[in-house]
């Protein structure tokens, strides 16, 4: 063995001591025909080599710990926004692969910090405000980027929408006077009516009627200075974001009354108060002092005549002085609030142009979830965004043919649908010439793509039959203007599951894809479409409903405005202690295009 070269076994063997003893010696080998160094020379090297490797390799070890404290939290956090960035894809087939990453809409790329390069108003005329976390709700100051509203909100609205923030940030969960207002409850004793009075919103029906129920029971709330909370329902938090700054809408799970529980025939039922003469008989139920620590509002599906008295002013009166109502509803009757005169004025103020009250106030409640919003993008991105026009079809089957066949596929409803957007000019009518589809081909090849006008038709339906038939149709008969008309569906279910998140996150992706449409072809009497219509801020053409398998004539009619249709409106006028039409008292507040007893806000001024 040469001195100077220590053998393998030298020390414990490892390599931390050995390389920095190599890199030592090897230095300082001998040129050719050297003498070798004295024998104690050599030790004594040997001896300063181990100590420079023993310290270099402590200073090592060191270091390396003090890398991993510096890595660990960053190596977290990294995780955890890889976690928050990587949402799951909704929709059962694959997303296919694009080019880039670029949001074709602004050609900027989708990121999650704002940019001064994208001109689009991400608060929406003020109905947002900032300071809420977007890594963990993108959808919030994005979806304008996707969407532009025709409507400004009022400048009373956005100070109205300020104080409420503040208000459930005040009294809302966790604080000091929700933990006292829930003992009370808990306990059945009155409570005396303070800054601090609570609407609970019982959620149960589909996500169309959801969005509808909570956008009415949020009105009500603001025009009464109500706390609104909404049922901890297993799906509202999949499906939404928090709204309210600083708080949250959901109730506690400790909430001390059993919804479960409430129904119709439910004593605490307003209702039931009433026909039980539980105020004492007195026909004028503002000045009743014996008011109970609660009530419940039964607004649900077929609801009585005493449960519809909520909606005249000596009963909002009473009601004012209840700290809590529980309410069970799954309509939009929004509606039926501006016919009690109390809120009228109010109303106005907020709402200038009326017909614009799911609009902006749906805007700035509902926010979809990273997993609704990343599949929303995606889709739009993938299918939608390049197209010179988009075209919204939103389907809904109420034939039946047998119990296995409830969706269709029905001939009549897809002649519904073709006339409707053919003779409205929303879709282009096709060319009936035989061998016209090969001639259209070949003059598209030779003209190249720079000619290539695109139309994407977004169809939403259980079924798939109506969205194949009509890429069909346009496949074998192209449009007489040679525009290219590509049909896109992202789900079909078959049938709808309202108590499966799954399937919930899939509509309301659907919902807010139609609501990016330029126009919407919508089914009469669906919440759904009304949702979707909304949120786009357009009047929609609606598709009337056919009777006994035969299309009606005409198709479809274009709608008064862009409200919903509240369909188990009240026809009791309160002032004349009688039924009246109550479409035909106040201008704005109209008979449903859809729906004949139904009533919607329109944005006029004279019957």
Same mark, same amino acid.
């Given at each position: 063995?040469?001195?100077?070269?220590?053998?393998?076994?030298?020390?414990?063997?490892?390599? +931390?001591?050995?390389?920095?003893?190599?890199?030592?010696?090897?230095?300082?080998?001998?040129?050719?025909?050297?003498?070798?160094?004295?024998?104690?020379?050599?030790?004594?090297?040997?001896?300063?080599?181990?100590?420079?490797?023993?310290?270099?390799?402590?200073? #090592?070890?060191?270091?390396?710990?003090?890398?991993?404290?510096?890595?660990?939290?960053?190596?977290? $956090?990294?995780?955890?926004?890889?976690?928050?960035?990587?949402?799951?894809?909704?929709?059962?087939?694959?997303?296919?692969?694009?080019?880039?990453? @670029?949001?074709? =809409?602004?050609?900027?790329?989708?990121?999650?910090?704002?940019?001064? @390069?994208?001109?689009?108003?991400?608060?929406?005329?003020?109905?947002?405000?900032?300071?809420?976390?977007?890594?963990?709700?993108?959808?919030?100051?994005? &979806?304008?980027?996707?969407?532009?509203?025709?409507?400004?909100?009022?400048?009373?609205?956005?100070?109205?929408?300020?104080?409420?923030?503040?208000?459930?940030?005040?009294?809302?969960?966790?604080?000091?006077?929700?933990?006292?207002?829930?003992?009370?409850?808990?306990?059945?004793?009155?409570?005396?009516?303070?800054?601090?009075?609570?609407?609970? *919103?019982?959620?149960?029906?589909?996500?169309?009627?959801?969005?509808?129920?909570?956008?009415?029971?949020?009105?009500?709330?603001?025009?009464?200075?109500?706390?609104?909370?909404?049922?901890?329902?297993?799906?509202?938090?999949?499906?939404?974001?928090?709204?309210?700054?600083?708080?949250?809408?959901?109730?506690?799970?400790?909430?001390?009354?059993?919804?479960?529980?409430?129904? =119709?025939?439910?004593?605490?039922?307003?209702?039931?108060?009433?026909?039980?003469?539980?105020?004492?008989?007195?026909?004028?139920?503002?000045?009743?002092?014996?008011?109970?620590?609660?009530?419940?509002?039964?607004?649900?599906?077929?609801?009585?005549?005493?449960?519809?008295?909520?909606?005249?002013? %000596?009963?909002?009166?009473?009601?004012?002085?209840? #700290?809590?109502? !529980?309410?069970?509803?799954?309509?939009? &009757?929004?509606?039926? *609030? &501006?016919?009690?005169?109390?809120?009228?004025?109010?109303?106005?103020?907020?709402?200038?142009?009326?017909?614009?009250?799911?609009?902006?106030?749906?805007?700035?409640?509902?926010?979809?979830?990273?997993?609704?919003?990343?599949?929303?993008?995606?889709? &739009?991105?993938?299918?939608?965004?390049?197209?010179?026009?988009?075209?919204?079809? @939103?389907?809904? !089957?109420?034939?039946?043919?047998?119990?296995?066949?409830?969706?269709?596929?029905?001939?009549?409803?897809?002649?519904?649908? $073709?006339?409707?957007?053919?003779?409205?000019?929303?879709?282009?009518?096709?060319?009936?010439?035989?061998?016209?589809?090969?001639?259209?081909?070949?003059?598209?090849?030779?003209?190249?793509?720079?000619?290539?006008?695109?139309?994407?038709?977004?169809?939403?339906?259980?079924?798939?039959?109506?969205?194949?038939? !009509?890429?069909?149709?346009?496949?074998?008969?192209?449009?007489?203007?040679?525009?290219?008309?590509?049909?896109? @569906?992202?789900?079909? +279910?078959?049938?709808?599951?309202?108590?499966?998140?799954?399937?919930?996150?899939?509509?309301?992706?659907?919902?807010?894809?139609?609501?990016? #449409?330029?126009?919407?072809?919508?089914?009469?009497?669906?919440?759904?479409?009304?949702?979707?219509?909304?949120?786009?801020? *357009?009047?929609?053409?609606?598709?009337?409903?056919?009777?006994?398998?035969?299309?009606?004539?005409?198709?479809?009619?274009?709608?008064?405005?862009?409200?919903?249709?509240?369909?188990?409106?009240?026809?009791?006028?309160?002032?004349?202690?009688?039924?009246?039409? $109550?479409?035909?008292?106040?201008?704005?507040?109209?008979?449903?295009? %859809?729906?004949?007893?139904?009533?919607?806000?329109?944005?006029?001024?004279?019957?």
């Amino acid at each position: 063995m040469v001195m100077g070269r220590p053998s393998n076994s030298y020390g414990s063997g490892g390599d +931390e001591e050995r390389l920095p003893l190599r890199g030592v010696l090897e230095t300082q080998q001998r040129a050719p025909g050297t003498p070798p160094p004295p024998a104690h020379h050599a030790a004594e090297q040997l001896k300063e080599a181990r100590r420079g490797g023993s310290r270099l390799w402590r200073a #090592s070890v060191r270091a390396g710990l003090l890398l991993c404290l510096l890595t660990v939290p960053a190596v977290l $956090l990294l995780l955890r926004w890889q976690a928050d960035s990587s949402p799951q894809w909704v929709f059962d087939f694959e997303a296919p692969e694009e080019d880039d990453d @670029q949001d074709i =809409q602004d050609d900027m790329s989708d990121d999650l910090s704002p940019s001064p @390069q994208i001109a689009y108003d991400r608060l929406l005329g003020g109905l947002l405000v900032e300071g809420f976390d977007e890594i963990s709700c993108r959808s919030r100051y994005q &979806f304008a980027r996707y969407h532009s509203s025709p409507s400004i909100p009022s400048p009373y609205l956005i100070e109205r929408l300020r104080k409420q923030e503040a208000l459930q940030k005040k009294c809302g969960p966790g604080t000091k006077a929700y933990k006292e207002a829930s003992k009370q409850l808990k306990s059945g004793q009155s409570i005396n009516v303070t800054d601090c009075n609570y609407l609970f *919103l019982i959620i149960h029906a589909g996500l169309g009627n959801r969005m509808l129920e909570i956008t009415s029971a949020f009105l009500y709330a603001l025009l009464t200075n109500r706390i609104l909370l909404v049922d901890r329902y297993k799906e509202i938090a999949d499906l939404f974001c928090e709204p309210f700054p600083g708080t949250s809408w959901l109730v506690p799970s400790d909430f001390p009354l059993n919804n479960d529980e409430f129904s =119709q025939s439910s004593p605490e039922s307003y209702g039931n108060m009433l026909q039980n003469s539980v105020f004492g008989g007195n026909t004028d139920r503002s000045l009743a002092g014996n008011r109970p620590p609660y009530v419940y509002l039964h607004l649900d599906g077929i609801y009585g005549f005493h449960d519809k008295l909520f909606f005249c002013e %000596d009963d909002q009166q009473f009601l004012q002085g209840v #700290s809590w109502l !529980i309410m069970r509803t799954d309509m939009y &009757f929004v509606p039926s *609030l &501006f016919l009690i005169p109390a809120f009228q004025d109010e109303l106005s103020r907020l709402f200038p142009e009326k017909d614009t009250v799911f609009h902006h106030l749906a805007r700035y409640l509902f926010h979809p979830t990273n997993n609704v919003w990343y599949s929303v993008t995606k889709y &739009f991105r993938s299918y939608l965004a390049k197209a010179e026009k988009r075209v919204g079809i @939103q389907i809904r !089957i109420y034939e039946t043919k047998g119990i296995l066949q409830r969706n269709g596929p029905f001939p009549h409803i897809l002649n519904q649908i $073709l006339s409707c957007a053919q003779n409205e000019k929303l879709l282009p009518e096709v060319s009936m010439a035989e061998g016209a589809a090969a001639e259209t081909q070949n003059n598209r090849t030779a003209a190249g793509t720079q000619n290539n006008r695109t139309i994407a038709v977004l169809t939403t339906s259980l079924s798939s039959w109506y969205s194949d038939q !009509i890429q069909k149709k346009y496949d074998e008969q192209p449009s007489v203007d040679g525009i290219t008309v590509r049909v896109f @569906q992202p789900s079909h +279910e078959e049938y709808q599951r309202s108590r499966n998140k799954k399937h919930n996150m899939k509509a309301l992706a659907e919902i807010y894809l139609l609501s990016m #449409s330029d126009v919407l072809i919508t089914s009469g009497f669906s919440t759904f479409g009304y949702a979707a219509q909304g949120l786009a801020g *357009l009047k929609p053409w609606i598709m009337f409903r056919s009777e006994n398998h035969v299309m009606p004539d005409p198709p479809c009619g274009r709608a008064m405005s862009i409200e919903p249709c509240f369909h188990q409106a009240p026809s009791y006028d309160c002032k004349a202690k009688k039924d009246a039409d $109550l479409g035909k008292v106040v201008p704005y507040v109209r008979h449903c295009e %859809d729906v004949s007893w139904g009533l919607k806000i329109v944005n006029q001024t004279h019957l």
